[in-house]
């Protein structure tokens, strides 16, 4: 099994600058992608970004250029460093492993760590 545990979130005014950590541990060898996850209130969660143990990035199109993944050795941290947010990037930020056949998360999810854009 894999524990995931999220942290960095807060306050933030718009324009501003967060970096999200996850830290794997457990079986971690088996992980092959890592990704963030995002949800609003009244909104199902979504996958905001992911990388590859090969270090490939993906991202959602509201987020790119703005967002960027990157991961510790062996995928036992990953980040999300988020810059330019805005109002609309607030929500609880949950990281995850993929199943790679489904692209769909695979572990359980975490407590996730709330990102409030607010003036």
């Known amino acids: 099994q894999v524990q995931l545990v999220e942290s960095g979130g807060g306050l933030v005014q718009p324009g501003g600058s967060l970096r999200l950590s996850c830290a794997a541990s457990g079986s971690i060898f088996s992980i092959n992608v890592m990704g963030w996850y995002r949800q609003a209130p009244g909104k199902q969660r979504e996958l905001v970004a992911r990388i590859s143990k090969g270090g490939t990035t993906n991202y959602a199109d509201s987020v790119k250029g703005r967002f960027t993944i990157s991961r510790g050795g062996a995928m036992s941290t990953v980040y999300l460093q988020m810059n330019s947010l805005k109002p609309e990037d607030t929500a609880v930020y949950y990281c995850?492993?993929?199943?790679?056949?489904?692209?769909?998360?695979?572990?359980?999810w975490g407590q996730g760590t709330q990102v409030t854009v607010s003036s």
């Open positions: 995850n492993y993929l199943d790679v056949f489904t692209m769909r998360a695979a572990g359980s």
